[in-house]
């Protein structure tokens, strides 16, 4: 729910804009997070497939449990 939220909280947004937060927490620059996931940082949400978003969430869920 995050990513999503993220992603298309803000109309037309890249990838590596909408989710510039999410990856600051992470300790990382968005581009160099979606990169090692694969995924294209200039893409826009609506359209990357499901299995993007499913990346970005597994590997946002694993950092959190990490830093818990």
């Keep these: ?3 999503s939220a993220a992603a298309f909280g ?3 947004k890249m990838m590596r804009a909408a ?3 999410l990856a600051k927490q992470r300790g990382l620059k968005a581009d160099a ?3 090692g996931l694969e995924i294209d940082p200039t893409a ?3 359209t990357l497939p499901q299995a993007a978003f499913e990346a970005i ?3 946002f869920a ?3 449990a ?3």
């Design 1 to 3: 729910e995050t990513v």
């Design 10 to 12: 803000q109309r037309r």
């Design 19 to 21: 989710l510039k937060g």
């Design 33 to 35: 997070w979606l990169e």
């Design 44 to 46: 826009r949400a609506e």
């Design 57 to 59: 969430a597994d590997d």
């Design 62 to 64: 694993t950092f959190n």
């Design 66 to 68: 990490k830093k818990d």
